[in-house]
């Protein structure tokens, strides 16, 4: 029997772990994200009971190491839409970790592998969508209309002159 996505959860994760990738995503210090997932990944290797308490933690430590093959790509898409949390034989044939992560991957799925199936779902989705949320799309509206203001006010100031 099928298993449903609880997508207040994935959200959840998806929007905790993508604030943590961003604020270590900087151009000025380009090694700082992927040093930080690294000590991520050091941290739940060495417990990954902590999950339990930062799930979000899984999907910061594996991101940007999760392939998912253009074939795959088909059955996750299918997946979300139908909101279907895909068995774990289905998962690991449509999943590509690398090698270095296999030890991880093991941990995570020892102490959960619903998360740890949950956690590629949520690198699935920010590898594919645009990555505003509701959320951000009001705040991305906010500045548009603040541009818009800017626009109109430097043409009123020029049609002045």
């Known amino acids: 029997m099928a298993t449903a996505i609880d997508f207040e959860r ?3 994760l998806k929007e905790d772990a993508y ?12 090694n700082a994200l992927e040093q930080f997932t690294s000590q991520m990944k050091a941290v739940l290797l060495a417990d990954p009971k902590l ?5 979000e933690y899984l999907p910061i430590a594996l991101y940007d190491k999760v392939k998912f ?32 992560d296999i030890p991880l991957v093991l941990a995570a799925r020892g102490h959960s592998e619903t998360l ?3 956690s590629c779902i949520v690198l699935f989705l920010l590898s594919n969508e645009n990555l505003s949320t509701p959320a951000s799309q009001d705040h991305d509206d906010y500045l ?11 043409d009123e100031e020029e049609e002045e002159q």
């Open 116 to 118: 740890l199936i949950e």
């Open 19 to 30: 604030s943590n990738i961003e604020s270590y995503n900087d151009p000025d210090t380009p």
């Open 10 to 12: 994935i959200e959840q």
């Open 144 to 154: 548009e209309d603040e541009e818009e203001g800017y626009y109109d006010q430097f």
């Open 51 to 55: 999950l339990a308490s930062v799930p």
């Open 69 to 100: 093959p253009a074939e795959a790509k088909i059955k996750w898409a299918q997946w979300i839409k139908e909101g279907i949390l895909p068995e774990w034989n289905e998962f690991k044939t449509t999943v590509a970790f690398n090698n270095t």
